[in-house]
């Protein structure tokens, strides 16, 4: 294999862990906030405040793979 192939093989390892990982923790993080707000509808405001700020947070990791996945698809030269 040539140093190309090993760097779209990169890329799309880099795409598929990147953005699945962080795909799931969102699903998972809205889950359990509906699931807390049908169990106590009282603390709906600090639950849904700490679900959006995680979310950011996982939204985070998806953007650092996808600036990776950018920066070695057009700036490292094979």
């Known amino acids: ?33 509906l699931a807390g707000i049908a169990r106590n509808p009282e603390a709906s405001g ?10 950011a947070l996982t939204e985070a990791v998806a953007i650092y793979a996808l600036v990776l996945a950018i920066i070695l698809a057009f700036v490292v030269k094979a």
């Not at 040539?2 to 990147?18: E, N, Y």
């Not at 600090?46 to 979310?55: A, D, E, Q």
């Open 1 to 33: 294999m040539d140093a190309a192939t090993m760097r779209m093989l990169a890329i799309g390892l880099i795409g598929s862990v990147g953005f699945i990982g962080p795909g799931l923790g969102l699903g998972f993080i809205g889950y359990s906030a």
């Open 46 to 55: 600090r639950i849904v405040t700490n679900m959006i700020l995680i979310g």
